[in-house]
């Protein structure tokens, strides 16, 4: 709160400045108590005066406002000695000065007793509004207050006035009436100006209070929207395409990809301006999914310039779920609209067709719920790696519904697919405006070497490689390189091999009996499976990651495969 505590000073000081010893103890010994101490005695020995009787009582509104005040400051600080024991003073002081001028006192009481009737409650304006936030309402109560120090004296110069000759009427002179109506008129002014700070105050809690409604109508309808539209991509899938996204990346090295960036079929697809479709196909074990997430990645680099909106999904063989068209279709979509508020049109489409999923849609309605979803953005990015991996039956069904959608938009779409095969005749109905890559040995020899190196070195720091000859890491190397011919994967098993073997002279009988590709590889793991019952174990593991509805995590595989049809518990 800001009060001119100078003012209240100099007030003190100046009606202190011509006081008697007397007067001064008066006014320092003045409490709310000892008030009326010298008119109580003026009372006493007149108790048939009913004048002195009701200008005593004229006094008490003064005095219960003026312990309103007090109380007021003292809620909201410790100062309030500071200010209202002057006041208690200078009332004493004038009440005993004037106790022997018999009509002096009645009227300097009733004039009193008006100006506590007029003066406003700072207690009152206190408990409605908030001295911290109004302090303009506070200081227009203060200087109220601290006028009454101003009053007194006035009060005391006529007073003295009066003392000094006696045979003078000071009551009935015209100037001493004024005086009596001036200070009544001053305090009208006080209580107006205090007034209209209340109002101001009530004017900014009224609109603060509409603010704060309106805030809270806005959280409420963001809250409302924000589960509306949690709902909707729910609906649509449960698939996290960003986490199986983020989940690729760790296991991508530097640069992987740069190879394909560089190609002029690339470069001519990216530069496009009207819908195109991009398939990049090769082996088994190439790395194509580790690719796709480097073309996500590229993507989104330049997507705020290129006004291109994103949206990708992984096809796993080891995720039934990612394999379905519907599925498919609804991930896509969902990537789309996690970025936007889903558009009313969207909206209705998606709870008409799913009816707050109580039912099962067929592709062509989810097909056409992704391409409401894509009329949303000016260029859409389409990203869908191991396409191939699809059902046989429902293949053609994804192809034609991609097929749809790259040529059935004003808006341009960039279609990019990595799979086995090349698969663009079932998608472009354009040759023209389609491209391919072959993922080939030499296309990725780079990337195999760099993944090799960083891989060899990575196990050996870590200590799941341990070799005593650091000649034979450079062997290593070199041996997976020239067997790799492009599969990532196959590098990736050997690796797991070779950190089993227990000594250099292992690792060495190991990189010459290198598997010569991933049909081979998979021989040998199966073929360790030794024992009537280590085999039996194993083929019920694998009835269990076939059937499953999704990935199994290693300790439900386990618990699965420790019950048999036979177990009652």
């Not at 354009?430 to 990337?447: G, H, L, M, N, Y």
């Not at 990575?458 to 799941?464: E, K, Q, T, V």
């Not at 019920?540 to 420790?562: H, K, S, Y």
């Amino acid at each position: 709160m800001s009060i001119d505590r100078d003012a209240w000073t100099i007030a003190k000081e100046r009606y202190l400045s011509d006081l008697e010893p007397a007067d001064r103890l008066l006014f320092h010994e003045a409490t709310i108590e000892n008030l009326y101490y010298d008119t109580s005695v003026t009372n006493a020995t007149d108790r048939k005066s009913s004048k002195i009787h009701r200008a005593i009582e004229a006094v008490q509104p003064l005095v219960d406002k003026i312990e309103s005040y007090g109380k007021a400051m003292d809620t909201f600080t410790n100062i309030s000695p500071t200010f209202v024991a002057p006041i208690w003073g200078s009332i004493r002081v004038e009440l005993v000065m004037a106790k022997g001028l018999g009509r002096i006192f009645e009227k300097l009481t009733e004039c009193l007793g008006r100006i506590g009737d007029i003066l406003p409650r700072l207690l009152d304006y206190q408990r409605i509004f908030s001295t911290a936030k109004h302090p303009r309402l506070t200081e227009a109560v203060a200087r109220t207050y601290l006028d009454i120090i101003e009053l007194c004296m006035d009060f005391k110069s006529m007073i003295k006035g009066q003392q000094r000759n006696p045979l003078k009427r000071v009551v009935h002179s015209p100037s001493m009436e004024h005086k009596f109506k001036d200070a009544e008129a001053r305090f009208r002014a006080h209580r107006k100006a205090v007034e209209k700070e209340a109002e101001t105050c009530h004017m900014i809690e009224a609109a603060e209070a509409r603010a704060l409604v309106l805030r809270d109508r806005q959280l409420q309808e963001m809250n409302n929207k924000a589960q509306t539209k949690l709902k909707v991509l729910k609906l649509l899938s449960n698939i996290n395409s960003q986490q199986k996204h983020q989940k690729v990346r760790k296991i991508r090295h530097a640069d992987t990809g740069n190879w394909l960036f560089a190609t002029q079929e690339y470069r001519s697809w990216m530069d496009s301006k009207s819908s195109t479709a991009f398939c990049c196909y090769g082996i088994p074990g190439c790395g194509k999914t580790v690719l796709a997430s480097s073309v996500i990645d590229s993507l989104v680099a330049t997507a705020e310039s290129r006004s291109l909106a994103i949206t990708y999904h992984y096809c796993d063989y080891a995720d039934k779920r990612t394999l379905d068209p519907i599925t498919i279709l609804g991930a896509l979509a969902r990537n789309l609209l996690e970025s936007i508020d889903i558009p009313e049109p969207v909206l209705e489409l998606v709870f008409e067709i799913y009816r707050e999923g109580e039912r099962i849609p067929e592709s062509k309605e989810v097909l056409e719920i992704f391409s409401r979803t894509i009329d949303s953005f000016d260029h859409v990015a389409i990203v869908v790696d191991g396409i191939d991996e699809v059902n046989e039956e429902d293949r053609q069904g994804v192809y034609d519904a991609l097929k749809v959608l790259v040529g059935g938009h004003t808006a341009p779409i960039k279609l990019f697919m990595s799979c086995r095969e090349n698969i663009l005749a079932a998608i472009s109905t354009k040759p023209a405006s389609s491209f391919r890559v072959q993922i080939s040995e030499a296309t990725t020899s780079t990337d195999i070497q760099g993944y090799v190196r960083n891989e060899v070195s990575s196990l050996i720091r870590n200590g799941d490689l341990v070799i005593r000859k650091s000649i034979l890491e450079k062997a290593i190397v070199e041996a997976l390189i020239a067997g790799a011919k492009g599969m990532f994967l196959w590098v990736k098993f050997q690796l797991d091999e070779l950190c089993t073997a227990e000594s250099d002279d292992a690792i060495m009988y190991t990189l010459q009996h290198l598997p010569k590709d991933l049909s081979e590889t998979y021989d040998r793991l199966l073929g360790r499976i030794v024992g009537v019952q280590r085999q039996e174990l194993v083929k019920r593991m694998f009835r269990w990651i076939i059937c499953a509805r999704r990935p199994l995590v290693v300790d439900e595989l386990c618990e699965g495969i420790a019950f048999t049809i036979d177990d009652t518990r």
